[in-house]
Antibody, heavy 121, light 108 residues
Framework: EVQLVQSGAEVKKPGESLKISCKGS????????IAWVRQMPGKGLEWMGI????????RYSPSFQGQVTISADKSITTAYLEWSSLKASDTAMYYC??????????????WGQGTLVTVSS | EIVLTQSPGTLSLSPGERATLSCWAS???????LAWYQQKPGLAPRLLIY???NRATGIPDRFSGSGSGTDFSLTISRLEPEDFAVYYC?????????FGQGTKVEIK
């Protein structure tokens, strides 16, 4: 079964760092892009960026460039989303998602279950 | 950046009725790279339609997508109880990929 399994919920304080993960299984991890999508409480979906794990080619939405770092470790088929200094406004559900076509930008047919990040003092 | 605007914000309908959701793009969406997703509370989004009009695997044929250029729509021919949810359009033809703000389909 093709799936993306994300790390568990996190509660952090402003200024702390955080790295959440998304493990792919059941498919060839290195040849599909993986994206990260934010959903703030009660709000819509926002595309943050995307990575091609085979060569770690990474693209960011201008809204998130410099605010987060997307990376991947192909040896353990895992993608990451990282913050160096969290803000309260980073409180959200974060999803990883995989496009439906090998090596291409396409609609997302596989989604992780989401990781809830809560940032509060 | 392509801005997607969905209409209406909320659609109140009864089971068995037809639902038509609209998605307008601020610029032409390349090659009709337009998708529709369904999201239920507490769950990840689910792909319904890709390439503007192609149903994803396992999606019932009561869901259909149409449109091109800047105007797209999702139609649910006869609402089933499980169809009451929030629907998002997304363009993936131009970076940054963007989503519409969503349309909530609620039970009247």
């Amino acid at each position: 079964e093709v799936q993306l399994v994300q790390s568990g919920a996190e509660v952090k304080k402003p200024g702390e760092s955080l790295k959440i993960s998304c493990k792919g299984s059941g498919y060839s991890f290195t040849i599909y892009w993986i994206a990260w999508v934010r959903q703030m409480p009660g709000k819509g979906l926002e595309w943050m960026g995307i990575i091609y794990p085979g060569v770690s080619d990474t693209r960011y939405s201008p809204s998130f460039q410099g605010q987060v770092t997307i990376s991947a470790d192909k040896s353990i088929t895992t993608a990451y989303l990282e913050w160096s200094s969290l803000k309260a406004s980073d409180t959200a559900m974060y999803y990883c998602a995989r496009p439906k076509t090998v090596g291409a930008f396409d609609a997302f047919d596989i989604w992780g279950q989401g990781t809830l990040v809560t940032v509060s003092s | 950046e392509i801005v997607l605007t969905q209409s209406p914000g909320t659609l109140s309908l009864s089971p068995g009725e037809r639902a038509t959701l609209s998605c307008w793009a601020s610029q032409t969406v390349s090659s009709s790279y337009l998708a529709w997703y369904q999201q239920k509370p507490g769950l990840a989004p689910r792909l319904l339609i890709y390439g503007a009009s192609n149903r994803a695997t396992g999606i019932p044929d009561r869901f259909s997508g149409s449109g091109s250029g800047t105007d797209f729509s999702l139609t649910i021919s006869r609402l089933e109880p499980e169809d009451f949810a929030v629907y998002y359009c997304q363009q993936y033809g131009n970076s940054p990929w963007t989503f519409g703000q969503g349309t909530k389909v609620e039970i009247k």
